[in-house]
């Protein structure tokens, strides 16, 4: 950069007593940025750490931690993480095939884009609507149970239940499929060409590419991806509170709870509940971006 | 591609294609069942709840664009034309919603503003005001892609200084030079900004707002077909958003979004 054109950097300099000041200065532009984040969302996540480390009357303590051995807590958690899982890893997988089929799968053109562009729809279809029209489609009366029922299957009576662990997530792969789709596209778009000729000029088979070649490239980006949906499914809290009605202890739910019960007189345990949930979180987004950076390598050639 | 494989291809694809259609189908059937077959959609449509919490809901995401738009679209300005080296700090900052999600968010809001001297949950102004302000957090990691994505396209140092050649200050720079050259890009994150914002619940319902998603949750105990209904003019708003947002950015890459209204 040259300074030396530069009106504003001019004027600055002049202003400036000292070279500290002048590389100071620019700073302030970014004055009404950090004042907003910190008041909106530094400063509430840090009065979240805090306060979980305090007692009602401000005091150090590691009490509200204690909860952690509690049944119910440890319920939720393992909950969470279990559908979290499940769906990351499933819609991770199916994600996956569903994304090749139609970039490499040989499917008419306009299929592909019709997928991409629905799923940068279909990711944001979640919350309220989205339990409501898995209700209104394979709830007690939906469309299909009704269908099914005519033709003499009770998906009620065969162990299917919407509003338990299996139903949430049969909903849950509604956004996290779409998701999978759009971030995994673009490594797959990067499979080039060449590799694969290459490949087979030097006799390898089929599989032999995939599990050599193809898989070893892509699968940065498919755990980085599955790490992403994870965290995905793990802050969502309306669908499950909407489809469930609370039935199901998830963390989301019970921190929901903590929230609306009692959080003027005792915080100090739902402080604890949701500082492991921002614990979790960052470590499934760190993971992502960690493995998205390495998966990038094999982009820019 | 061999035969055998592309016939799998293909089942894949139905399968995904049935799983994604079949609940929307059956949230249409289930809103035309009711008498005369457009009751759930006349109903709702007279609806004064319905009226009054979408609007709000509509209000809210216009003041989230409003506010995130003047906020996000200077700072990205100022990053490139000054503060390269600010980058990575921003760029973290704007990502940081994803790992703290609405319902912590709202906690934590809820814990630091319901205090003296910042006591804003006590009046329903107040109340708003944080909402908005958390809808404004949700929107960073969009919006900030949206105006980088937009500024890279263009010479910002090169129209900076042509208007401070023509005396131009900070402020016609930013509303008359930069802005109209970020417009689409900027758009594009206000869209999926009031997508988000129109069908949020979690952050609403915790501020005891009067917005649609929970006003949408609770309609079934009245009147299951205008919930049907509601539910499916949700997803068109999402799909007409959408459908602008793919039609600004043609050519473009299809932007991730996380940690909207889950």
Redesign the interface.
């Known amino acids: 950069m040259s300074h030396t ?4 950097d001019a004027r600055a300099a002049q202003r400036a007593q000292s070279g500290r000041s002048r590389r100071l200065l ?2 302030l ?2 004055v ?3 004042a ?2 910190a ?7 840090v ?2 750490i805090v ?1 979980s480390f305090q007692d009602a009357a401000g005091h150090f303590t590691l009490a509200n931690y204690s909860d952690f051995g509690s049944k119910i807590v440890i319920n939720a958690y393992q909950t969470s993480i279990e559908i979290s899982l499940v769906t990351a890893i499933g819609a991770g997988v ?1 994600g996956f ?2 994304a ?3 970039i ?4 008419p053109k306009p ?1 592909r884009s019709a ?16 339990a ?3 209700i ?3 709830g007690r009366v ?3 149970t009704v269908a099914l029922k005519g033709l003499g299957i009770d998906p009620y009576k065969a162990g299917f239940n919407l509003y338990s662990k299996i139903g949430l997530e049969l909903v849950y ?3 996290q ?1 779409p ?1 999978m789709i ?2 995994i ?2 490594a797959i778009d990067g499979l080039k060409r060449e590799w694969r000729e290459a490949a087979e000029n030097l006799g390898a088979s089929s599989i032999e590419f995939w599990r050599r070649v193809a898989l070893p490239i892509l699968m940065p980006s498919i755990l980085g991806s599955v790490m ?1 949906l994870f ?9 499950a ?2 489809l469930t009605g609370g039935l199901i202890n998830l963390v ?1 739910l019970l ?2 709870d ?3 019960g009692d ?2 007189h005792e ?1 100090g345990k ?2 604890a509940l ?1 500082v492991g ?2 614990a979790i ?2 470590i499934a ?1 760190a993971g992502y971006a960690i493995l998205q950076r390495r998966a990038e390598r094999w982009r820019r050639a | 591609m061999s035969r055998p494989f592309r016939i799998f291809w293909w089942l894949v694809f139905l399968v995904g294609a049935i799983y994604f259609f079949l609940p929307l189908i059956g949230t249409l059937a289930f809103s035309l069942k009711d008498k005369p077959i457009t009751a759930g959609y006349t109903d709702l449509l007279k609806n004064k709840e319905f009226l009054s919490t979408f609007g709000y809901s509509f209000g809210v995401g216009l003041a989230t664009i409003v506010i995130s738009t003047a906020l996000i679209v200077p700072t990205a300005f100022w990053v490139r034309l000054r503060l390269p080296r600010a980058r990575p700090l921003v760029e973290f900052i704007t990502l940081l919603p994803f790992m703290v999600p609405p319902v912590v968010l709202v906690f934590g809001l809820i814990s630091t503003y319901s205090r003296p001297p910042l006591s804003l949950t006590g009046s329903d102004q107040g109340s708003t005001v944080l909402l908005v302000m958390a809808y404004v957090v949700l929107s960073l990691p969009y919006m900030y892609r949206a105006a980088d994505t937009g500024l890279g396209a263009i010479d910002v140092r090169a129209l900076t200084e042509a208007a401070q050649s023509l005396g131009a200050g900070w402020p016609t720079i930013l509303l008359r030079v930069i802005l109209p050259n970020v417009r689409v890009a900027v758009l594009s994150g206000a869209f999926l900004t009031l997508a988000i914002v129109i069908g949020e619940f979690t952050i609403a319902i915790f501020l005891a707002r009067p917005a649609f998603a929970p006003f949408l949750g609770l309609l079934g105990d009245q009147d299951p077909y205008e919930q049907a209904a509601g539910a499916l003019i949700s997803f068109g708003m999402t799909w007409i958003a959408m459908i602008i947002i793919s039609l600004l950015g043609r050519g473009s890459q299809t932007r991730i979004s996380v940690g909207g209204a889950r």
Request: aromatic content about 16%; proline content about 7%; overall charge positive.
């Open positions: 054109a530069d009106p504003l620019p700073w532009g970014l009404p940025f950090l907003f984040t008041a909106f969302l530094l400063v509430p996540s009065k979240l306060g199916f095939l569903l090749y089929a139609v490499s799968g040989g499917l299929i997928v991409l562009t629905f799923s940068g729809v279909a990711s944001n279809f979640a919350g309220i609507p989205l409501l029209a898995f209104f489609t394979i939906g469309l299909l792969f509604y956004f499929l998701l759009l971030v596209a673009p992403l965290g995905n499914a793990f802050g969502a809290q309306a669908t509170y909407q989301t921190v929901g903590k929230l609306s959080v003027l915080p739902g402080f949701a949930m921002i979180m960052a987004l």
